[in-house]
């Protein structure tokens, strides 16, 4: 675990370009065919980074599933989830330090990931404007919860690239916003914020947010989301797809959320 084969293969095969290649052949040609040698060692690299999550992430998909039905009363699932990983990551320390940035930033992603796909799959809305608050700041509890679980890694300068100011998990006061507004009109800013900040925001992922609420009707929904992500085929649709095409892609492009929701 200390390092990963096909990052000694990278660094070899960057120290063996450093050292013999010759300006007689630094032809386009022989250029192309490195670089793309060495993004197949990252390609692979990156991989073995996946792997060694899967082990993790298999354990903590009983956690994620009791999220679904008892989110609102207690924060158990998050807390175990996040002791387990520490576990983990405890083993990781012993990798290699830019194989160890790899994981830690893989796993970031994908502990956001996880929590947004079960946001977004709740089927048992909101009851009240005191419930709404309440999930709004316990998405917020949580994200410190989560995001802690990285800071020590972030200190000392590994774990997902960019630090905290980066991180995923900044998405989560967004949506935390959106769900305890109170005032309707307001709410129709937080959507307009919300939507800029994050281009590839889809429509069905908003319209999963904007129905945990409770206080919405179904054509209510489609209504305000038609008016800050339109439909695919019309003008102002084309218009955001080129503004997001040349934006950041987010943690949103992650997130896959059932189909038969909306």
């Known amino acids: 675990l200390h ?23 630094d032809s386009n040609k022989a250029a192309t065919r490195f ?14 980074a996946g792997y060694l999550l899967e082990e993790a992430f298999l354990d903590l998909e009983p956690y994620y599933k009791k999220l679904r039905g008892n989110w ?13 990983l520490k576990d983990y990551f405890q083993d990781y320390n012993y990798l290699k330090p830019r194989n160890l940035e790899i994981v830690m930033g893989q796993g970031k992603e994908l502990v956001a990931t996880k929590y947004l796909q ?3 799959s709740r089927k048992i809305p909101l009851k009240s404007q005191e419930e709404r608050r309440e999930a709004g700041e316990k998405i917020l509890h949580e994200r410190r919860l989560m995001e802690a679980l990285f800071e020590q890694h972030e200190r000392h300068g590994v774990g997902g690239g960019g630090g905290l100011d980066s991180s995923p998990f900044t998405s ?12 309707l009109d307001i709410l129709s800013l937080e959507l307009h914020s919300f939507v800029k900040k994050y281009p590839d925001l889809t429509r069905e992922q908003l319209m999963a947010i904007l129905a945990l609420r409770g206080d919405l009707g179904r054509g209510d929904i489609k209504q305000r989301v038609s008016e800050v992500i339109p439909e695919e085929g019309s003008g102002a649709a084309a218009s955001r797809g080129v503004a997001g095409a ?17």
Do not use: H
């Open 3 to 25: 390092s990963f084969p096909t990052r000694r293969s990278s660094d070899l095969a960057k120290q063996t370009k450093d050292k013999y290649w010759k300006s007689a052949v």
């Open 35 to 48: 670089e793309a040698l060495l993004q197949t060692f990252e390609a692979l690299r990156n991989k073995a």
């Open 72 to 84: 609102l009363r207690g924060t158990v699932e998050i807390e175990t989830i996040c002791v387990t």
């Open 118 to 120: 079960v946001l977004m």
């Open 172 to 183: 989560f006061d967004s949506i935390a916003e959106v769900i305890k507004v109170e005032d």
């Open 246 to 262: 040349v934006g950041v892609v987010s943690i949103f492009s992650r997130v896959q959320i059932p189909p038969s929701l909306f």
